[in-house]
């Protein structure tokens, strides 16, 4: 069974709507038994798969994230951000959009972002007389924030699959993480110019304050986990759990909204996402030990090495082919399966293996903003009660903030090494 075959069989595995993660286990059990190695091996081969440390970070991020939308967390950040920019032109624009840069340091996913801040985001939006498409949109391209800004759990995974420091990837999203943030505000700024948006009243200095007392424990939770890793106290694995314990803590000292039920929820939607993500995890352990038997990835750097003369027009060629890909093809898939036989090509470059991940998950977060197949547009579309087609034509004008930011990183690097150079 040629790897040819493999990546058909899985292809059309997944275009009958077999989950990626049971295809690629289908597939790749195939070809162990065609090959003769055996069913048993391919078994290992998954359980090695999973045996990661760092992955345990995974399922603790969600459960923060679960457990922060279950005790109702969000609706003091929204209320903070509203307090503080909803009186600028753009007014609940810009407070989606801060809500979302508040939330991401806690969250670390875009998804999260999006469902737990959308409906309440979108339907604040609404009742102010913005139009649906604006909403949506905002909303969808404002999530795309949280995996940049620490913690994140795409930068677990890649990470994991890379052997690159997580602390120095947690340290290199900050500057990109606010760069699309700022670039999101001004593209609101602009657009609610021309339509005439409401905007708030301004708050007084008084009221401010007392929402940034309520929301400052939640506001923490970044400094808490980027100021554990950076001195020690803590590995970014170990930050997760400490991020599940501080939000659980929060909850009970300040807020008081968890009940037994939300937190069952929130256990049962841990559950539900992890299982997915291990079981995806495990299909690629699978099909990476298939493409390197089959040595596809000195196939495809044959091929870069090719067409790119340098690290400038490898990037270009990277930054083209997951931004395609990703039209079509899930972000955590494009993750687990190309992003591994990338790394040692860009390696070869001579790039920095920080850089390279930032510029990667840049990618991987414009591509769920992409339609057809971008997650955040079906998430933003359900949430908020959004018709898909209409919010897939919406939110291509929001696709111009987060490429001017790709851009910046690709040209400056030192956007994406600066802090992280301070662990040096």
Known sequence: MTLAVVGILWLAFVLVGVPIGIAMIFVSMGYFYWTGMGLSFAVQRMVDGLNSFPLLAVPLFILAAGILNSAGITNHLFGFARALVGHITGGLGHVNVLASLFFSGMSGSALADAGGLGKMEIEAMREAGYDDDFAGSVTAASSMIGPLVPPSITMVLYGVIANVS???????????????????????????????????????????????????????????????IFSGLFSPTEAAAVTVLYAIAIDLLFYREMTFRRLWDALYETTVTSSAIATIVAGVGLLSFILAREQAPQQIATFFLGIASGPVSFLIAVNLMVFVLGCFIEALVILLVVVPILVPVAMGFGLDPVHFGIIVILNLMISILTPPMGMALFVVAQVGNIPYQRLAKAILPWLIPPFVVLFLVCAFPILATGLPSLMD
Request: with cysteine.
């Open 166 to 228: 997580i602390g120095k990837l947690f340290l290199g999203g900050i500057v990109p993480g606010f760069l699309c943030a700022a670039a999101l505000m001004v593209m609101v700024y602009f657009i609610a110019g021309r339509r005439d948006y409401p905007r708030d009243p301004r708050r007084s200095a008084g009221e401010i304050g007392t929402l940034f007392v309520k929301s400052l424990p939640a506001l923490l939770t970044p400094v808490v986990i980027v100021g554990g």
